[in-house]
């Protein structure tokens, strides 16, 4: 049996949905037996959402004041402290698990296996490299496997587990060099980026961070997120949490809006997974086009309000 | 004396297109354009703002890698940096070894400061920062945006997925550099003649006595699945009866 151990990404109370992607991927490894590992001030709110995902055998969570903030220095000992009777430890492939699993894998002597796309096996999985212009087949020759989970690549495990819910304290000594200040989340009523079926997503060709807001009403109408390039983040259209790529964020929607991106690899490497790519772009050169399902050679802003016109009459 | 050690690692330049070998054992890299990891430069860059503005003495870059990662130290001295510190080998060192690699280099020199890119855009593993604070038991801020430094403290924000973190960190600390802490200078031909008289120490991977065993063991080397080109379209009429065929309007 494996017995592998994912670690909850959670904020204000709540389950992140990266973590029902994370469980799918544990599933995928052969005879396995799935445990959340809740870290929080007070874990039992969330422990109880990650209870019910299928294919969850059991919920732990760890309390402590110190938890309350996802710090790496801080989780990373409390995790390693547990990670005894686990041959995997799995976490997502978002900023919260880029930060900590690394840590964490130092701590158990092994190196990460970083964004699995694909599990071929107890040790062997699947992961992309240059920006996903070749996948590599991995085998993972420690004791311990410690791994990121490309959230792309795996459904959310539906509802209807019941898993039992336990209460942990790992005797770990929690360091006191890394203090939490503040966090300024882009307040928004829309659906998240990486999450959303839907995504409205802009280039350097808006021009400014007011012609963005174009954007932003387009994607209200069609219940979108909004996603940008990174010179449209870099120039201040949109603000960075909205890059989509290889070094945003890595998205899997069932429709991608791309207006005045040209379609550099490092951009594509964030929407391969697209079910639906469309691009609107006046160059019929840009490279967007040899991976666009449907292609628009225009002028956006012209498009754009047709679009909502033709959606307003719809 | 106020060091900051910054990593350089010579990679498959950005604007190449890498093809996968038809015997799937790697991707080719004969005769392809290398550079320094685009992150590291930022890395490095932030590193010699600091030196400028007189809170650290010296910037020392150090890569591991096969002989010719000269060329990215060189660049780097060419950069600013002081001082290059090259642990020559020609095998493949996970991130693991390269971190363990790192901390005999931090034992060796007493940095104040560590600064990585946040990953290499070759492998796209992103862990080398954290793997070193982990093992040096010292802070992490990965994915920065923006660093000041205190006397005996930073304060770093960082680009997470909600947006804007901030934290303050106990130095000696590791930090991981995002795409926009900076914008890297460009080097300058005076620049490199002056580079090639700057110290550049090699060192063997025996000398520092790191352990490098291998955890990941590399299979396979295979393309990705490729896209089908699409159909296009004439107007924005025609788009959306594309999208209501497909039910996505
Ligand atoms: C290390 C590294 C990491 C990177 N990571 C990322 C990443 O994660 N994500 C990312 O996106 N990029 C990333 N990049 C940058 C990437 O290489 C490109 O520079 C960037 O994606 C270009 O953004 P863009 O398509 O908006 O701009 P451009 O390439 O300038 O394209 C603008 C497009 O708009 C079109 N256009 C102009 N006006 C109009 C109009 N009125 N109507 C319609 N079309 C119009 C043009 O034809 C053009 O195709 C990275 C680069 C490096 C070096």
Known sequence: ?314 | MKKILVGVKRVVDYNVRVRVKPDGTGVALDGVKMSVNPFDEIALEEALRIRERGQANEVVVASIGPADSQQQLRTALAMGADRALHVQTDSTIEPLGVARAFLKLVERENPFLVIFGKQAIDDDNGQTGQLLASLWDRPQVTFASRLELGEATARVTREVDAGLETLDVDLPAVITADLRLNEPRYVKLPDIMKAKKKPLETLSLADLGADTREHLRIVRVGPPSQRTKGVMVKTTEELVEALKKKGLF
């Open chain 1, 1 to 314: 049996m494996n017995r592998i151990l994912v670690i909850a990404e959670h904020a204000g109370g709540r389950l992140n949905p990266s973590t029902a992607k994370c469980v799918t991927c544990a599933r995928a490894i052969p005879q396995a037996e799935v445990t959340v590992l809740v870290l929080a001030a007070d874990g039992a709110p969330v422990a109880a959402q990650a209870a019910t995902l299928a294919g969850v055998a059991r919920v732990v969570h760890t309390d402590n004041p110190a938890n309350a903030q996802p710090l790496a220095a801080v989780l990373a000992p409390q995790i390693a402290a547990l990670a005894g009777p686990y041959s995997h430890v799995l976490g997502p492939s978002t900023t919260f698990g880029r930060d900590l699993m690394p840590r964490v894998a130092a701590l158990l002597g092994t190196s990460q296996i970083s964004d699995i796309m694909a599990v071929d096996g107890d040790r062997r999985f699947k992961r992309p490299v240059y920006a996903g212009n070749a996948i590599v087949t991995v085998e993972v020759t420690s004791d311990k496997i410690v791994g990121t989970v490309r959230v792309a690549s795996f459904e959310a495990a539906p509802a209807g587990g019941n898993a039992a819910v336990e209460s942990a304290a790992p005797a770990a000594g929690i360091p006191t060099h890394t203090r939490f200040v503040s966090v300024s989340a882009g307040k928004s009523d829309r659906p998240d980026l990486q999450t959303a079926s839907k995504v409205v997503s802009g280039g350097r060709a808006l021009g400014s961070a007011e012609n963005f807001e174009i954007l932003y009403r387009l994607a209200d109408r069609l219940g979108a997120a909004v996603g940008a390039s990174r010179a449209a983040v870099d120039a201040g259209y949109a603000p960075n949490e909205l890059q989509v790529g290889q070094t945003g964020k890595i998205i899997s929607p069932e429709l991608y809006l791309a207006f005045g991106i040209s379609g550099a690899i490092q951009h594509l490497t964030g929407i391969k997974d697209a079910r639906t790519i469309v691009a609107v772009n006046k160059d019929s050169e840009a490279p967007i086009f040899e991976v666009a399902d449907i292609g628009l050679v225009a002028d956006l802003f012209q498009v754009v309000p047709e679009l909502e016109r033709l959606l307003g009459a719809g």
